[in-house]
């Protein structure tokens, strides 16, 4: 008897976890295109207190959007006009999801950063990183 209560209790069991959703997070897919410190019209911009500008952001490979960066350190030693600069790389910090592009003058002038949080965007990872572009997954809810 406590045989076929055993068997029967693991066969109830079974049947209801295959009907439960496991962890099989949709993941998510954002690319993100730092802001050109040159000849462009969504180039940065030097304020005096920080550097500023567009960048692109798709996700899912839907249409691009601008998004906007901000320098969050002193941009002390940076000079106003930011033709010298180019894109030296960037970088995902999967703790708070920020993306921060690094710029480097090539006249030895002082680098910056300029940092763009993506909203719900802790916990992905980067899967592919060029020096002015980055591909970022995301898992997100659970596939259907």
Not at 13 to 28: E, F, G, K, T
Not at 115 to 140: C, D, Q
């Amino acid at each position: 008897m406590k045989n076929k209560l055993a068997l029967l209790f693991s066969a109830s069991i079974l049947s209801i976890s295959s009907s439960v959703a496991l962890a099989d997070p949709n993941p998510y897919n954002f690319d993100i295109q730092c802001p050109v410190a040159q000849n462009s019209s969504d180039m940065l911009s030097n304020y005096g207190d920080f550097i500023a500008g567009y960048g692109k952001k798709s996700v899912n490979n839907e249409s691009e959007s601008q998004i906007y960066f901000k320098s969050k350190s002193s941009i002390k030693g940076v000079p106003a006009q930011l033709d010298h600069y180019d894109n030296q790389g960037v970088k995902y910090n999967s703790t708070t999801g920020d993306v921060t592009c690094s710029y480097a003058s090539y006249d030895g002038e002082a680098p910056f950063e300029v940092t763009y949080t993506l909203i719900n965007g802790k916990g992905g990872r980067a899967e592919m990183i060029s020096n002015n572009k980055i591909h970022i997954v995301i898992p997100f809810g659970l596939k259907a």
